[in-house]
């Protein structure tokens, strides 16, 4: 079992930045990537960044990549998102995940979710 519990969201003006964090406990060695994903009002899920735990490797939605970066501490089991240049259109609810799989951008392929963080971004 794994329990991710996200933190950070909040508000933010437009051209602002903000990071979330997710901390992982449980059986993390054993899921070898982590994800970030978004949801807004009204909107499917979508992906945002992963990682993996091991070496670092990442990836990135082509809505984000240049503004977010994706990194993790291993020492604290803790997945960061560092969000800069935000938009209004980042607005949403963002949850982490953890995955054995290897189509990132499959949300189905994510085996545990933590409960999410909003994240709201005034124009």
């Known amino acids: 079992q794994v329990q991710l519990v996200e933190s950070g969201g909040g508000l933010v003006q437009a051209g602002g930045s903000l990071r979330v964090s997710c901390a992982a406990s449980g059986r993390t060695l054993r899921t070898p990537a982590m994800g970030w994903f978004r949801q807004a009002p009204g909107k499917e899920r979508e992906f945002v960044a992963a990682i993996t735990w091991s070496g670092g490797s990442t990836a990135y939605a082509d809505s984000v990549k240049g503004r977010f970066t994706i990194s993790r501490d291993i020492a604290k089991n803790t997945v960061y998102l560092q969000m800069n240049s935000l938009k209004p259109e980042d607005t949403a609810v963002y949850y982490c995940?953890?995955?054995?799989?290897?189509?990132?951008?499959?949300?189905?392929?994510?085996?545990?979710w933590g409960q999410g963080t909003q994240v709201t971004v005034s124009s």
């Open positions: 995940a953890s995955t054995y799989g290897s189509r990132w951008s499959d949300q189905w392929q994510y085996d545990y």
